[in-house]
C-alpha cells in the first residue's frame, strides 16, 4: 500500500488556523516588569548598559507606574538604590528604606497593581555580597567569607518589613540556605501568612547579570558570588535547590537567568506543581537592545521569539525588561 506525500501544508496554513491551533499563547498577563527606585528629586536617569530602562525617584515614580497600569501589565518587581550602605545592608529593612516608601506609593495610587519586592542585601551592602561577610586579607587582597545564618536574620528583617509596607509578594534572591523557611516563618509570626514568596530557587553565577550591577550598583567589592550562586555547568543541582524551596514553603519557583537554562525550566515544570517564574535578565536584554540598534536584528520578532520560547518552556510568569515593549506589541496584534 502506497500513501500520497503531503508536503508544505503548515506552510499553507491561514493565520486564522495557525491561531486556532497555536499551543503556546503570551499574554500581558504573563509579565512582571521590573523597576528600579532611587532617592534624590526629579530623576530619571537612564541606565546607560540597559537603554530604556531608568532609575526613576520617588516623585517621578508615578508617571512609570501609570504607564504600566495602563498597559495592563498585572505586577511590578522592585529594586531600591540606598542612600547609604553599611556592612549589614541596613537600609534593605529600615522602616523609611527606599522599597518599602516606593511600595506604600505605588499601594496608595494603585492598590490592585501587584508589588513583588526583591529581598536581598546586595545592593545595600558597601560589599556588595547578598549577605553578611567576614573579611580578611590574603596574599594582600580583601577576601570575606559569607556568613549564612547571621544573614539570614537581616533577610527575616527586610522581608517583614516589606511585608509590612504593603509588598504582595517577598521575593528572596540571595541564595543563602535555609532561606525560605527562615522568611516564611518570619512573615508567619509578624501575621504576614496570606504573603506568598516567589522564590530565586535556581539562581545561576552567570554573566547574563552584568548591566544589572551597574543598574543597581551591586557589584561585589572583592570575590564573586559562586560560593552561593549556582554552577551553570550544574542541572540536577537545580532540582535539588526547588526541591529544598518547595519543603520550606516556597510558593513560587524562579530560574534565572532564562534563556540559557530553558532546560531547567521545563526540568521544574515537569517536576513541580508550583508556578514557575523565568528571570528575562539584563544582558538577554541589552544584547538585544544593542543588536537592534546596530539594526541587525527586528527587536520585536527576536523578543517575542525568545519569552514565547520562555513560555513554551513552561514558565507561568516571566520577569522581563522587555515587558512593556511587549504589552504594547500585543496590545497592537500581529
Not at 26 to 42: E, K, L, N, R
Not at 55 to 81: N, T, W, Y
Not at 223 to 248: C, F, I, S
Not at 261 to 284: C, H, T
Request: net charge negative; aromatic share 8%; with cysteine.
Amino acid at each position: 500500500m502506497t500513501f500520497p506525500i503531503v508536503r508544505h501544508r503548515r506552510l499553507r496554513q491561514s493565520a486564522a488556523i495557525r491561531g486556532m491551533v497555536r499551543e503556546t499563547v503570551i499574554t500581558v498577563d504573563d509579565f512582571v516588569q521590573p523597576i528600579f527606585v532611587a532617592y534624590g528629586s526629579g530623576v530619571k536617569n537612564e541606565i546607560s548598559s540597559m537603554p530604556g530602562v531608568y532609575h526613576f525617584s520617588l516623585d517621578r515614580l508615578q508617571e512609570e507606574v501609570k504607564e504600566i497600569v495602563d498597559l495592563g501589565i498585572p505586577a511590578v518587581l522592585l529594586f531600591g538604590i540606598p542612600e547609604q550602605k553599611d556592612s549589614v545592608g541596613t537600609s534593605a529593612f529600615v522602616e523609611n528604606g527606599i522599597v518599602q516608601e516606593a511600595t506604600r506609593l505605588i499601594k496608595s495610587w494603585y492598590p490592585d497593581l501587584l508589588v513583588i519586592a526583591d529581598t536581598c542585601l546586595c545592593e545595600f551592602t558597601d560589599h556588595g555580597h547578598c549577605g553578611m561577610v567576614h573579611t580578611f586579607e590574603r596574599d594582600g587582597h580583601v577576601c570575606g567569607d559569607v556568613l549564612n545564618d547571621e544573614s539570614l536574620e537581616l533577610l527575616v528583617k527586610t522581608a517583614v518589613s516589606q511585608a509590612q509596607a504593603g509588598a504582595d509578594i517577598i521575593a528572596p534572591s540571595n541564595m543563602m540556605d535555609g532561606f525560605v523557611q527562615a522568611i516564611r516563618s518570619g512573615l508567619d509570626e509578624a501575621g504576614f501568612t496570606h504573603v506568598p514568596i516567589m522564590s530565586y530557587s535556581v539562581k545561576y553565577a552567570s554573566a547574563f547579570y552584568g548591566p544589572f550591577r551597574e543598574a543597581a550598583d551591586s557589584a561585589p567589592q572583592f570575590g564573586d558570588r559562586k560560593t552561593y550562586q549556582m554552577d551553570p555547568a550544574n542541572v540536577r543541582e537545580a532540582l535539588r535547590e526547588a526541591e529544598t524551596d518547595v519543603l520550606e514553603g516556597a510558593d513560587m519557583l524562579m530560574v534565572k537567568p532564562a534563556l540559557a537554562y530553558m532546560d531547567v525550566i521545563r526540568m521544574l515544570r515537569d517536576q513541580f506543581d508550583q508556578p514557575i517564574v523565568a528571570y528575562n535578565v539584563s544582558g538577554e536584554y541589552s544584547m538585544v537592545k544593542a543588536a537592534a540598534r546596530q539594526g541587525w536584528i527586528s527587536e520585536r520578532a527576536i523578543v517575542s521569539e525568545m519569552l514565547l520560547g520562555m513560555k513554551r518552556a513552561g514558565a507561568d510568569i516571566i520577569i522581563t525588561y522587555f515587558a512593556k515593549d511587549m504589552a504594547s506589541w500585543l496590545r497592537e496584534g500581529k
